[in-house]
T-cell receptor, first 111, second 112 residues
Framework: QKEVEQNSGPLSVPEGAIASLNCTYS??????FFWYRQYSGKSPELIMF????GDKEDGRFTAQLNKASQYVSLLIRDSQPSDSATYLC???????????FGTGTRLQVFP | DAMVIQNPRYQVTQFGKPVTLSCSQT?????MYWYQQKSSQAPKLLFH???????NEADTPDNFQSRRPNTSFCFLDIRSPGLGDAAMYLC???????????FGSGTRLTVV
């Protein structure tokens, strides 16, 4: 079992729709969860992080964490073509500095 | 601006010829990381330093080595690059246990 799993996609949504990206993780002790956006050939850029169960909103983005289900998601409201990228879920396991990435979900937002 | 700088952005090396990638930071972060990312794959952690304490991932090939001569600099040495080592190599930093990760722009390595 991979430590961090994501559906590779592509996930295609029309402009203005809500994009929903999902991630599961295997280490139940993990405490910190991150969503990164990565454009082709570029390095990952942080969208947001979440540490506590529930929802965290930042502009058009909402991260949701459910530790009991070992599940974290990212919602993108009012999707724009410029949101088209690969979205990487990353987890920092308990008592470590390490950041473990999933393979990412490719999002395509079409006009 | 405080940042993480990787040089070069693009590196072409010959099969079997040793190559070194460099990373520097002005953030004064005490943890530095090297990741390998192949096309359409997850960034894979190779190793990380907490100050001078080196932490190697169990599945990192012996062909990959690292040096951290001081807080600001970290190097990735590939002793005998193979075609399978072609990838984007990402350097990142953070403060210990703060999880304030900052990534460099990456070095794209091509092996010919």
């Amino acid at each position: 079992q991979k430590e961090v799993e994501q559906n590779s996609g592509p996930l295609s949504v029309p402009e203005g729709a809500i994009a929903s990206l999902n991630c599961t993780y295997s280490d139940r002790g993990s405490q910190s969860f991150f969503w990164y956006r990565q454009y082709s050939g570029k390095s990952p850029e942080l969208i947001m992080f979440i540490y506590s169960n529930g929802d965290k909103e930042d502009g058009r983005f909402t991260a949701q964490l459910n530790k009991a289900s070992q599940y974290v998601s990212l919602l993108i409201r009012d999707s724009q073509p410029s949101d088209s990228a690969t979205y990487l879920c990353a987890v920092s396991p308990y008592n470590t500095d390490k950041l473990i990435f999933g393979t990412g979900t490719r999002l395509q937002v079409f006009p | 601006d405080a940042m993480v700088i990787q040089n070069p952005r693009y590196q072409v090396t010959q099969f079997g010829k040793p190559v070194t990638l460099s990373c520097s930071q002005t953030l004064n972060h005490n943890v530095m990381y090297w990741y390998q990312q192949k096309s359409s794959q997850a960034p894979k952690l190779l190793f990380h330093y907490y100050d001078k304490d080196f932490n190697n991932e169990a599945d990192t090939p012996d062909n990959f080595q690292s040096r951290r001569p001081n807080t600001s600099f970290c190097f990735l040495d590939i002793r005998s690059p193979g075609l399978g080592d072609a990838a984007m190599y990402l350097c990142a930093t953070s403060r210990h246990r703060e999880r304030d990760y900052t990534f460099g722009s990456g070095t794209r390595l091509t092996v010919v």
